[in-house]
């Protein structure tokens, strides 16, 4: 067990949960600012993905790709909230539940008849296609280190937004005590539409930025919603900073625990239940770390003012 | 005497013509198809689906000379919904056989509904030991294979290509572990180490680190599906791809290669069949199966197109008649028909005996790619559960 293999993991694990955070940073800001849980986020997150394999069959430039299906899960979110969303605000959790759970279903479909079943590919733009040599026989693609580095970029941004603008006033605000930003004078639903819009967008850049590494499938969207929930649910709802450090930590924990369970096991057992166990455990890990979280800090680790 | 005999044969032409007549005033021949539909495994519903259909297509809508009435139901990957499905199939629309499924959780569950409701089960995928085994029934046929029969052509290829040091990763669940088993159970090398990974997992890089760290003459992993798409990729850039040679089980096939690409050129797969089996019956196969649905057919289609072809043979030894179910099942039995694959015969456990080839990924000059045959590994492979069945 080299040193070299211990960075190595830990790169693995910090990546991993760069990648998470781009998800859940969307989602617990439509979460944290309009009490709306929206389990449509993962389809959203697809969607960014298709978007970005159609307009680069189109464009067949990467970045314009980008471009477009930014725009385009935009319009989207914008066009969801219009059409469904805002009729739901009001209304109990389990109204969202319901609600966006039958978007989930029915965008998987809609995206099955359109792009088929069959499971689509982006590929790593050429200029960036590139790897650097990790470890002895390992390659690391410059992409995972653009995705590492798109991923600190939108934390940064967001973090800025959020405390040092005039909108994000209004945003930390709307969230806490909408009745009186309303009566001072701000449409609060257009604020909720563009925030809206922009955590669906969010989600699309994930979606865009995750394609050449994952499969672009029906369905992509909801095994990693359900990441980004405990992800959010560890941070603190609502709280961006708490969905970056929740996110680092359970890539951490997740990969590290993938890389050493079974080898930790084997010094205490013998080889081939250590090979059953092992997985089993690392698998249950964030969940672990989650009901210990949960259990210390009922409100998650950064839990939003005001909540 | 002769009187006697006169009347012997008045009476026989008399119930061969009844007969005849019969035949030709049938009702439709339903036949009820039950594959996964929709869901991240959608694609390979349907090919089994496009496949059936395609078969009977190419027959001028008949089998066996009667009319033919196809229900599709999708199953959702759901065994409760597949049980439901298949029993409204068997009770309310009376058909006389259901052609799936796609996977061996859904057969379990569907088996008894289907054959104790009067039908024949033809698989046209799965195919799990039990079925094979102790459990075998007389109305279920299978078209693809035994399951632990394409992680066996993998193991039984690495002993005999001079692997030293393989690295094996599967999914955390029952198949999975069968399918580790399966290769273990020809290779004889050094398995560096075992891998369970959560079913369904996205990002390899742990994994491939430890593949790295490992350094293995080869991998074996079988990764279904979407978990297939994003581990080639990730074999691929991670550079592992010129070093380890990369062994698949259901990882690399016509149904993950559009996605796939050239980062799987050059991997290995186990299989009974490639789309560039060199037949003619193949290749108007596979050449119709690309105008009609605008994809390379797989596995999952062609074992579907025997089914239907497989029918077809019976119900012509019957004369269209699927009443006698012992008539039927005899002639079912005898298997005959041109299997796309070549050779083709049932086991006393009706599941076929043939030829496994190892299978390797290649571009077409189209750019299409698809899997082609490289060498066989087993010749006439009968599973080794028909010994527990108590079927002769």
Same mark, same amino acid.
């Given at each position: 067990?080299?040193?070299?293999?211990?960075?190595?993991?830990?790169?693995?694990?910090?990546?991993?949960?760069?990648?998470?955070?781009?998800?859940?940073?969307?989602?617990?800001?439509?979460?944290?600012?309009?009490?709306?849980?929206?389990?449509?986020?993962?389809?959203?997150?697809?969607?960014? *993905? &298709? $978007?970005?394999?159609?307009?680069?069959?189109?464009?067949?430039?990467?970045?314009?790709?980008?471009?477009?299906?930014?725009?385009?899960?935009?319009?989207?979110?914008?066009?969801?909230?219009?059409?469904?969303?805002?009729?739901?605000?009001?209304?109990?959790?389990?109204?969202?539940?319901?609600?966006?759970?039958?978007?989930?279903?029915?965008?998987?479909?809609?995206?099955?008849?359109?792009?088929?079943?069959?499971?689509?590919?982006?590929?790593?733009?050429?200029?960036?296609?590139?790897?650097?040599?990790?470890?002895?026989?390992?390659?690391?693609?410059?992409?995972?280190?653009?995705?590492?580095?798109?991923?600190?970029?939108?934390? *940064?941004?967001?973090?800025?937004?959020?405390? &040092?603008?005039?909108?994000?006033?209004?945003?930390?605000?709307?969230?806490?005590?909408?009745?009186?930003?309303?009566?001072?004078?701000?449409?609060?639903?257009?604020?909720?539409?563009?925030?809206?819009?922009?955590?669906?967008?969010?989600?699309?850049?994930?979606?865009?930025?995750?394609?050449?590494?994952?499969?672009? +499938?029906?369905?992509?969207?909801?095994?990693?919603?359900?990441?980004?929930?405990?992800?959010?649910?560890?941070?603190?709802?609502?709280?961006?900073?708490?969905?970056?450090?929740?996110?680092?930590?359970?890539?951490?924990?997740?990969?590290?625990?993938?890389?050493?369970?079974?080898?930790?096991?084997?010094?205490?057992?013998?080889?081939?239940?250590?090979?059953?166990?092992?997985?089993?455990?690392?698998?249950?890990?964030?969940?672990?770390?989650?009901?210990?979280?949960?259990?210390?800090?009922?409100?998650?680790?950064?839990?939003?003012?005001?909540? | 005497?002769?009187?006697?005999?006169?009347?012997?044969?008045?009476?026989?032409?008399?119930?061969?013509?009844?007969?005849?007549?019969?035949?030709?005033?049938?009702?439709?021949?339903?036949?009820?198809?039950?594959?996964?539909?929709?869901?991240?495994?959608?694609?390979?519903?349907?090919?089994?689906?496009?496949?059936? +259909?395609?078969?009977?297509?190419?027959?001028?809508?008949?089998?066996?000379?009667?009319?033919?009435?196809?229900?599709?139901?999708?199953?959702?990957?759901?065994?409760?919904?597949?049980?439901?499905?298949?029993?409204?199939?068997?009770?309310?629309?009376?058909?006389?056989?259901?052609?799936?499924?796609?996977?061996?959780?859904?057969?379990?569950?569907?088996?008894?509904?289907?054959?104790?409701?009067?039908?024949?089960?033809?698989?046209?995928?799965?195919?799990?030991?039990?079925?094979?085994?102790?459990?075998?029934?007389?109305? $279920?046929?299978?078209?693809?294979?035994?399951?632990?029969?394409?992680? +066996?052509?993998?193991?039984?290829?690495?002993?005999?290509?001079?692997?030293?040091?393989?690295?094996?990763?599967?999914?955390?669940?029952?198949?999975?572990?069968?399918?580790?088993?399966?290769?273990?159970?020809?290779?004889?090398?050094?398995?560096?180490?075992?891998?369970?990974?959560?079913?369904?997992?996205?990002?390899?890089?742990?994994?491939?680190?430890?593949?790295?760290?490992?350094?293995?003459?080869?991998?074996?992993?079988?990764?279904?599906?979407?978990?297939?798409?994003?581990?080639?990729?990730?074999?691929?850039?991670?550079?592992? *791809?010129?070093?380890?040679?990369?062994?698949? *089980? $259901?990882?690399?096939?016509?149904?993950?290669?559009?996605?796939?690409?050239?980062?799987?050129?050059?991997?290995?797969?186990?299989?009974?069949?490639?789309?560039?089996?060199?037949?003619?019956?193949?290749?108007? $196969?596979?050449?119709?199966?690309?105008?009609?649905?605008?994809?390379?057919?797989?596995?999952?289609?062609?074992?579907?197109?025997?089914?239907?072809?497989?029918?077809?043979?019976?119900?012509?030894?019957?004369?269209?008649?699927?009443?006698?179910?012992?008539?039927?099942?005899?002639?079912?039995?005898?298997?005959?028909?041109?299997?796309?694959?070549?050779?083709?015969?049932?086991?006393?456990?009706?599941?076929?005996?043939?030829?496994?080839?190892?299978?390797?990924?290649?571009?077409?000059?189209?750019?299409?790619?698809?899997?082609?045959?490289?060498?066989?590994?087993?010749?006439?492979?009968?599973?080794?559960?028909?010994?527990?069945?108590?079927?002769?």
């Amino acid at each position: 067990m080299s040193t070299t293999f211990l960075l190595v993991q830990t790169l693995n694990g910090l990546q991993l949960g760069v990648l998470l955070f781009l998800i859940a940073a969307g989602l617990t800001l439509v979460f944290g600012v309009m009490d709306f849980i929206n389990l449509a986020h993962g389809v959203q997150y697809m969607l960014g *993905a &298709y $978007f970005a394999v159609a307009f680069y069959s189109v464009t067949g430039n990467f970045l314009a790709a980008l471009l477009l299906a930014l725009a385009a899960a935009l319009v989207f979110g914008i066009v969801l909230e219009f059409l469904i969303f805002r009729h739901l605000y009001g209304r109990d959790h389990l109204d969202h539940v319901i609600a966006t759970f039958g978007i989930i279903l029915f965008l998987n479909s809609a995206v099955k008849i359109v792009w088929g079943a069959a499971p689509l590919s982006l590929p790593i733009p050429e200029a960036l296609s590139g790897s650097i040599l990790l470890m002895d026989g390992l390659l690391y693609p410059v992409w995972r280190l653009v995705i590492i580095g798109s991923g600190l970029a939108v934390a *940064a941004l967001l973090y800025v937004f959020v405390n &040092y603008t005039r909108i994000g006033m209004l945003v930390r605000a709307g969230s806490t005590h909408a009745p009186i930003v309303a009566a001072l004078g701000v449409n609060i639903s257009r604020l909720f539409t563009i925030v809206f819009g922009f955590g669906a967008m969010l989600a699309g850049f994930a979606g865009v930025m995750i394609a050449p590494i994952l499969s672009v +499938e029906p369905g992509m969207g909801d095994t990693i919603l359900i990441l980004a929930f405990v992800v959010i649910v560890i941070g603190g709802v609502g709280s961006i900073r708490g969905a970056f450090i929740a996110a680092l930590l359970i890539g951490l924990v997740d990969t590290l625990g993938r890389s050493f369970a079974v080898d930790i096991l084997r010094l205490v057992m013998a080889p081939s239940p250590a090979r059953t166990v092992g997985p089993a455990i690392a698998s249950m890990l964030i969940y672990l770390l989650m009901a210990v979280v949960l259990y210390l800090r009922p409100t998650g680790l950064f839990p939003a003012r005001g909540r | 005497m002769q009187v006697l005999s006169r009347i012997v044969v008045a009476a026989a032409v008399l119930v061969v013509s009844v007969l005849g007549a019969q035949a030709q005033t049938q009702d439709k021949l339903k036949i009820g198809v039950i594959a996964t539909l929709s869901g991240p495994p959608a694609v390979l519903g349907q090919q089994l689906r496009n496949g059936f +259909e395609l078969a009977i297509k190419q027959l001028g809508g008949k089998l066996g000379g009667r009319e033919v009435e196809v229900l599709v139901q999708d199953d959702g990957l759901k065994p409760d919904v597949a049980v439901s499905k298949v029993k409204a199939l068997v009770d309310r629309d009376k058909v006389d056989f259901v052609v799936g499924p796609i996977f061996s959780n859904i057969l379990q569950a569907i088996m008894k509904p289907a054959t104790e409701g009067g039908a024949i089960l033809i698989s046209p995928n799965a195919g799990t030991s039990n079925f094979a085994g102790k459990d075998c029934n007389p109305n $279920f046929f299978v078209t693809s294979y035994q399951n632990d029969q394409v992680h +066996e052509v993998l193991g039984k290829y690495a002993q005999d290509s001079g692997i030293k040091k393989a690295f094996i990763m599967a999914p955390n669940y029952q198949a999975g572990k069968d399918s580790l088993a399966g290769f273990k159970h020809y290779f004889k090398g050094e398995v560096v180490d075992e891998v369970y990974v959560p079913l369904n997992q996205l990002d390899y890089s742990a994994e491939l680190s430890k593949i790295a760290a490992a350094k293995p003459d080869a991998i074996f992993v079988f990764l279904p599906g979407g978990m297939g798409v994003n581990f080639v990729k990730q074999f691929r850039q991670a550079g592992l *791809a010129d070093k380890v040679k990369f062994l698949s *089980a $259901f990882t690399v096939d016509e149904s993950t290669l559009p996605a796939q690409k050239d980062a799987a050129l050059g991997f290995f797969g186990g299989a009974n069949w490639a789309p560039n089996l060199d037949n003619p019956q193949n290749k108007a $196969f596979v050449a119709a199966y690309e105008k009609e649905y605008g994809a390379v057919p797989g596995t999952y289609a062609f074992q579907a197109y025997d089914a239907a072809l497989l029918i077809d043979s019976a119900l012509k030894a019957t004369k269209g008649d699927t009443s006698n179910k012992d008539a039927l099942r005899a002639a079912l039995k005898k298997a005959n028909f041109q299997s796309l694959r070549g050779k083709f015969k049932f086991n006393t456990n009706h599941y076929p005996i043939q030829d496994f080839y190892l299978v390797k990924v290649a571009k077409r000059p189209d750019g299409k790619f698809q899997t082609e045959i490289v060498k066989k590994v087993f010749e006439d492979y009968a599973d080794p559960h028909a010994k527990d069945c108590p079927m002769k």
